[in-house]
């Protein structure tokens, strides 16, 4: 009577060999692209700065930037290359909105927003405004009214 059971090794061989290489594979780690845009002071005023850069922060050189203008659709698109360090950047108009874009050679792409606005100026306050503790000075000041007119006063009717 002939045996009719395969050796252990022989059934269990293929996933085994299969397990085991693909344990010892070269891995082919995937990158992404990580953009970083928004408004800098300059030697010649204000403008749109950014940075690119892969997901292992190695600089991406050399890529497509596109920047729209969202605020004032009727300009064009302006596209420039990243420079070898992965920086960019263009003059901007304050107050508008913009979609910066970066597109890779290998497909990737990654868009920001943001509001061309300068920081704050110095001092804690805005160009164009009071400061904000003068404003909740005066209504603290403005709370304290009603109080002194609602307050129990000797010889008052009730």
Same mark, same amino acid.
């Given at each position: 009577m002939r045996d009719r059971r395969r050796p252990l090794l022989s059934r269990y061989s293929v996933p085994l060999v299969f397990l085991l290489l693909v344990q010892w594979q070269p891995a082919a780690w995937g990158h992404g692209m990580h953009l970083q845009a928004g408004t800098a002071k300059t030697e010649v005023g204000w403008v749109i700065k950014g940075q690119l850069s892969y997901s292992d922060d190695s600089a991406a050189a050399g890529n497509y930037i596109q920047v729209e203008n969202l605020s004032r659709p009727d300009f064009p698109a302006l596209a420039l290359q990243t420079r070898?360090?992965?920086?960019?950047?263009?003059?901007?108009?304050?107050?508008? &909105? *913009? &979609?910066?874009? #970066?597109? @890779?050679?290998?497909?990737?792409?990654?868009?920001?927003?943001? +509001?061309?606005? $300068?920081?704050? /100026?110095? @001092?804690?306050?805005?160009?164009?405004?009071?400061? +904000? *503790?003068?404003?909740? #000075? =005066?209504? =603290?000041? #403005?709370? =304290?009214? $009603? /109080? *002194?007119? =609602?307050?129990e006063r000797p010889g008052r009717p009730e």
């Open positions: 070898e360090d992965g920086s960019f950047q263009l003059p901007g108009l304050p107050g508008d &909105r *913009y &979609r910066v874009s #970066a597109h @890779g050679d290998e497909g990737h792409t990654t868009e920001t927003e943001f +509001v061309f606005a $300068p920081p704050v /100026a110095e @001092g804690g306050q805005h160009d164009d405004g009071w400061p +904000v *503790y003068v404003i909740l #000075a =005066l209504l =603290l000041l #403005a709370s =304290l009214l $009603p /109080a *002194y007119w =609602l307050r």
